[in-house]
Each structure stands twice: as C-alpha cells, then as structure tokens.
C-alpha cells in the first residue's frame, strides 16, 4: 500500500488558506498519501504585538502535535518569524526540533519562513520580485530577512492588508495586478505570495506564462520542503517550475 505521511501544521487561528492549499498540493503527488493535523494559535491582526503573542503559544502547538506522531511539522506562519530578525526561521525551528526531541520523537520541522529561503536557493534565484499582503513596515521587515539570506530584493508590494481574515481573501487580479507593477527587469524568480494565508495556487502557472520567470509562493515553498524533507520526489504538477523538476 502506498505510505500515510502524517503533517502537523502550526497555524495562526484566523488562517484558513493553508490547510487549504498544502494539502491540494500534496493531493497531487503520485507516489505518497497524506493525513494534515492542525494545531492553532491565536491572531487576528498581522501586527508586530500580535505576531509575538502568537509566537508565545508555539509551544503548546508543538505538544499538541507530538500527541499525534507527525512524521513532519511545518510552522506555517512566515511573517510571524520574519519580524523577529535575521536567522528566526532556525532558531526556531531548532528550538521545536529539541522540544519534540525531549518527547521522544523527531520529525522533520520546517517553517514557511525557511521554505521559502530554501526554495529559491533550489531554484538558483539570487534577485527577485514579491508580492506581500502586509502593512508596509512588515513587508519591508519581509524584504530585510530575505535580503539578509543573500537575495536581492528587486521589487516588491505591499497590499497594506492587515486584518489576516481579509489577507485569506484578496483576489487573484488584484495580486496579480500588483505583480504587474513590480520592476522584473533582471529578476530570476517572483514570490507571488509571501504568505501563507494570501491565495497562490491558481495564480502560480498563469504568472509564469505572462512574466517568464520561476514564480513560487509561501504554499508551493512549503509543499516543495516538505517533500525534501520526507525524502520524496518533489514533483507536482501545475505548481510552477519550483516543483516541476524536483529539485
């Protein structure tokens, strides 16, 4: 029988696009089945005070997640850990490695933040465009955390959302639209969703056609590191060039 890989999902609470959209992802890989757990802390606002709150409750996510025996934990929130400075994305993940070390388990653990860092480092992108749902200071906070990973940022949006249930709607044309006002000119990729909540998947193929270049988002990133780190091809179709080839 093909494998059951069990996902645990650390989720801010008024998130409701990425157990959504990671598990259609997943849906399509042809040699693997996957079972989704959420865990969920709560925020509203996408604002500094509220992403540290909600950071506060990672830990007892964590625990909730150990009690059901996940094969890989992904924390899918990526401003959350972007906004608290440069390297977040390990620290914290190393520091969910040791808490679920102590209870007898190791999972792979990942993060949005350091998906996305990988997927472009998988993609050979060193100069990019972005496309953000956040308050003009976080996006700019998002930027800072990229560019300290070695990337260039050439261009980028911010749709100065910051109500996260209103991120989980914002339109495809109008992500679209801020993409088309981005300055590409020797860009090698587009994030055309820096966040997890904002919807990507049926905007990935249609703005690789019209810009011509690689495009990934927080969703595709996180499938695409999930699948590395399960030691399964990193093929699905239709989700962009990131994970055509399972690099």
Do not use: W
């Amino acid at each position: 029988m093909t494998p059951l890989h069990r996902i645990g999902l650390v989720v801010p609470s008024s998130n409701v696009t990425v157990e959504t959209e990671v598990p259609a992802l997943l849906a399509r890989h042809a040699g693997a089945r996957f079972s989704f757990h959420s865990s969920r802390m709560r925020m509203h606002t996408v604002s500094p005070e509220e992403l540290r709150a909600m950071n506060d409750q990672r830990g007892r996510c964590v625990d909730e997640l150990a009690d059901a025996g996940v094969d890989a934990l992904l924390y899918a929130c990526l401003v959350a850990l972007m906004a608290q400075g440069p390297g977040e994305h390990r620290r914290a993940e190393e520091a969910v490695t040791a808490q679920l070390a102590a209870a007898g388990q190791a999972p792979a653990v990942l993060s949005s933040a350091g998906a996305l860092v990988s997927g472009l480092h998988a993609l050979g992108a060193r100069r990019i465009g972005l496309v953000t749902p956040y308050l003009l200071p976080l996006a700019k906070q998002v930027v800072e955390y990229l560019e300290s990973e070695g990337f260039t940022v050439r261009s980028f949006a911010a749709l100065e959302v910051g109500d996260n249930a209103e991120v989980g709607c914002i339109p495809g044309d109008r992500v679209l639209d801020a993409a088309r006002g981005l300055d590409l000119v020797g860009a090698d990729a587009l994030v055309i969703s820096a966040c997890v909540q904002m919807p990507s998947l049926d905007l990935v193929a249609p703005a690789e056609a019209e810009f011509g270049l690689p495009v990934l988002s927080a969703a595709t990133a996180g499938a695409h590191a999930l699948l590395r780190a399960l030691e399964l091809p990193a093929v699905l179709p239709g989700a962009g060039a990131l994970l055509a080839a399972g690099g």
